[in-house]
């Protein structure tokens, strides 16, 4: 199912064609995501790897991936400038130039600086290691946004209507930030609703409890209420409400009797959940028996896009989250 907006994204980079990093580029289901975007003309992959290697692994899997760049930390012939800023910018961490080049023999700090010194405009990693080994670069590197404190993330949902278009939703934070403070909410649900504005939603924000408008009393009551009139005070424009249980919040026959005042409770569609834990099991559970397909961990709030996937991926996958961190390029 094409997720929507989709066709739009591709319009947008063949319009301004993009270069992606791939921090595996022996994986089978990169291989595969790769040989598909050189038969388009809007991403060119950047494979990270020994070239001897990728390319048998590429003949084995019968992918093919000629015309793909090709880059080898042990044979980079940039390495020097490369540590030298690594160096730079890990200053006063102890890092020496020797430190700095074993360091960017790791396929993912390497992807990363290969970001940083504009060589990619956006990076795709995590098939094999942990959304941790792709955060940590980013972070130490690539650094976030003017204005930001956090990395967070969320995941966009998508779910085909009988009317042929699509449902769309964003969850927020799912997979980085495990207890976000207030100001920390703010942020993300403002990161959010910018994201899932590139999906075609006009976002209406729900700050998620277990309570709905004081029906309920405790701290993360609080927090969530409190995050809630953070956020409409610093982005005006955005719809907002909070906090709200989750009926209140996507059925308009609960909405009218719970909270009858709120103009968009009952049609919230982008959700800022309290913890990780309410986040990873929300969105599992809309993925799972609500028949959504979720894209993500879309990672939010750094100077360039970088996106980690699911060590369960497939190439489809891959290929579509290719598409859409180049787009946010």
């Given at each position: 199912m094409a997720i929507m907006g989709f066709g739009e994204l591709i319009g947008m980079l063949k319009k301004n064609p993009k270069k992606i990093v791939f921090t595996e580029g022996t994986d089978g289901r990169i291989l595969e995501a790769a040989s598909r975007l050189l038969a388009s003309n809007f991403l060119s992959p950047i494979l990270v790897g020994d070239e001897e290697a990728i390319f048998a692994a590429s003949e084995e899997c019968g992918y093919n991936i000629r015309g793909a760049e090709i880059l080898d930390p042990k044979k980079f012939d940039r390495m020097d400038e490369m540590a030298e800023m690594f160096c730079e910018l890990r200053k006063g961490k102890g890092v020496t130039i020797d430190k700095a080049k074993e360091t960017l023999l790791q396929g993912?700090?390497?992807?990363?600086?290969?970001?940083?010194?504009?060589?990619?405009?956006?990076?795709?990693?995590?098939?094999?290691?942990?959304?941790a080994d792709t955060v940590r670069p980013a972070l130490q590197l690539i650094k976030t946004k003017p204005g930001n404190s956090i990395v967070s993330s969320v995941f966009i949902l998508v779910r085909s209507r009988a009317t042929?278009?699509?449902?769309?939703?964003?969850?927020?934070?799912?997979?980085?930030?495990?207890r976000p403070t207030e100001d920390e909410l703010v942020e993300i649900a403002i990161e959010a609703s910018e994201c899932a504005k590139i999906f075609g939603v006009d976002p209406k924000v729900g700050f998620l409890s277990y309570s709905t408008f004081g029906s309920g009393a405790g701290e993360d009551v609080d927090r969530m209420r409190n995050a809630a009139e953070?956020?409409?005070?610093?982005?005006?424009?955005?719809?907002?409400?909070?906090?709200?249980q989750f009926d209140a919040a996507v059925s308009p026959r609960v909405a009218r009797t719970k909270c009858p005042e709120s103009e968009i409770a009952g049609h919230i569609n982008t959700f800022i959940f309290p913890d990780i834990s309410?986040?990873?099991?929300?969105?599992?559970?809309?993925?799972?028996?609500?028949?959504?397909?979720?894209?993500?961990?879309?990672?939010?709030?750094?100077?360039a896009p970088v996106n980690d996937?699911?060590?369960?991926?497939?190439?489809?996958?891959?290929?579509?989250?290719?598409?859409?961190?180049?787009a946010l390029a």
């Open positions: 993912n700090y390497f992807g990363t600086m290969l970001v940083k010194m504009g060589m990619a405009d956006a990076l795709l990693g995590g098939a094999t290691y942990s959304t042929g278009d699509s449902e769309v939703l964003a969850m927020a934070d799912c997979a980085i930030n495990i953070k956020t409409r005070l610093k982005a005006p424009d955005l719809a907002v409400e909070g906090e709200l309410a986040g990873n099991i929300g969105y599992k559970i809309a993925q799972r028996l609500g028949g959504f397909e979720a894209y993500g961990p879309i990672l939010l709030g750094l100077n996937l699911s060590r369960g991926c497939n190439a489809a996958e891959v290929y579509s989250m290719a598409i859409i961190t180049a």
